[in-house]
């Protein structure tokens, strides 16, 4: 698919600029090396292959050429306040949930932060960078990958959550520019409403494993387990653990699992 196809689908967003890279290493990369040399506002990047593609906790992320969308965007908040930064890759999972139900009726979840699932298995990660200068927040690279056709898809053994694509879903091939004009239409939309009751409320009706035994493990392997209650207004997850307290958790390096 061409890149005039790409902005066809673009052209009715107010996206500020576009870059389309046919083959880059990974586009939240190009992101923020723009965002440094002052890109605007809702500028683009958007690769067909991802030769270095990043997930979170130092992962890669697999972006095969023709199969998948991989995308990021430059967002400059006018008024940021820090604690509304982790809120940012929330954003991109409720907008990627969002397209998939108004284009194709699906119905995904999102698990907790910012993994949308179908039928339990991933579909999309999102990974957002912060651009900082003299600790000052200088922009938001929001970066997300959407397995789309079924070569985009890692097998089982090569990831640590089952993964699956649109394309299995739904029975068919589909057009992926039109659905990324529908994911970026859903996020240019809800980024004005962020940490609202709104967008929380939109969040928390999509999440994965509500009243279900999960179990979160912090970056030096210590974990918690606990029924998944819900999240709240500042987006941390409310686990009620086993003695019957209740426990937050804040969007960071956690990694959630069912436990059944
Ligand atoms: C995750 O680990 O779940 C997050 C994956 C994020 C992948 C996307 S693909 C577009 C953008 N560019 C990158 O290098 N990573 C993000």
Redesign the pocket.
């Known amino acids: 698919m061409s890149e005039t196809q790409l902005l066809e689908a673009l052209r009715n967003l107010p996206i500020a600029a576009v870059r389309f890279y046919a083959e880059t290493g990974?586009?939240?990369?190009e992101a923020l090396d723009w965002a440094a040399q002052g890109a605007p506002d809702s500028a683009l990047v958007v690769a067909d292959h991802?030769t270095a593609?990043?997930?979170?906790f130092g992962?890669r992320?697999f972006?095969p050429a023709g199969a998948a969308l991989?995308?990021?965007m430059v967002l400059r908040p006018l008024q940021i306040s820090t604690d509304k930064v982790p809120l940012y890759s929330p954003l991109g999972a409720l907008s990627v949930a969002q397209a998939l139900e108004n284009a194709y009726h699906l119905r995904p979840q999102i698990k907790w932060p910012n993994?949308v699932l179908l039928k339990n298995r991933k579909v999309c990660?999102?990974?957002a960078e912060a651009l900082w200068q003299d600790n000052v927040l200088q922009a938001i690279v929001l970066?997300?990958?959407i397995n789309v056709a079924p070569s985009s898809v890692p097998p089982d053994e090569q990831v640590l959550f089952p993964a699956t694509c649109v394309e299995a879903a739904l029975g068919r091939t589909i057009n992926r520019w039109g659905l990324l004009a529908e994911v970026l239409k859903a996020l240019l939309e809800w980024r004005d409403q962020i940490a609202s009751p709104a967008f929380l409320e939109a969040w928390q009706k999509r999440l994965a494993f509500v009243d279900q035994l999960v179990r979160l493990e912090n970056p030096g392997g210590e974990t918690f387990e606990g029924r998944l209650i819900g999240i709240h207004a500042n987006g941390h997850l409310r686990l009620q653990l086993d003695d019957g307290s209740e426990r937050a958790f804040s969007i960071g390096d956690l990694k959630l699992r069912p436990l059944s």
Do not use: E, H, K, P
Not at 26 to 29: G, V
Not at 53 to 56: A, D, K, P, T, Y
């Open positions: 990974s586009t939240n990369q991802q593609g990043r997930g979170r992962r992320w972006t991989a995308f990021s993994d990660g999102v990974l970066g997300i990958g």
